[in-house]
Nanobody
Framework: QVQLVESGGDLAQPGGSLRLSCATS????????LAWFRQAPGRGREAVAC????????YYSDSVKGRFTISRDNAKRTVYLQMNDLKPEDTGVYYC??????????????????????????WGQGTQVTVSS
């Protein structure tokens, strides 16, 4: 059974930092891309960051680039999102997602144009991040 469990959400002040974690089970972690999405109240889901497998390429939305860092620990089957210089607009429920990396003619189909729109096959329940003074 595939499971993704997020943790680390909290109340933070503008300019502060938080580190989210997503512990996983039930699939071959090394074969999968992992991503973070978020959803603010009254808004649609937004792709935040993604990390691939093998060489661990990373991708970020323009709104978080330079402030957030995604990383993975294959031994712990966990993906992280380090969030620095938090802003009120970062407030929302943050979701972890996983998808097995696909290949076409031996080349990964995960890239800067696809990471935010692929149909991730597994999702966590989310963790609340609130940025407010």
């Amino acid at each position: 059974q595939v499971q993704l469990v997020e943790s680390g959400g909290d109340l933070a002040q503008p300019g502060g930092s938080l580190r989210l974690s997503c512990a996983t089970s039930g699939f071959t972690f090394e074969y999968y891309a992992l991503a973070w999405f978020r959803q603010a109240p009254g808004r649609g889901r937004e792709a935040v960051a993604c990390i691939g497998n093998n060489d661990n390429p990373t991708y970020y939305s323009d709104s978080v680039k330079g402030r957030f860092t995604i990383s993975r620990d294959n031994a712990k089957r966990t993906v992280y999102l380090q969030m620095n210089d938090l802003k009120p607009e970062d407030t929302g429920v943050y979701y972890c997602a996983a998808d097995r990396v696909k290949y076409s003619y031996g080349v990964s189909t995960l890239n800067s144009a696809t990471w935010s729109t692929i149909d991730y096959e597994a999702w966590g329940q989310g963790t609340q991040v609130t940025v407010s003074s």
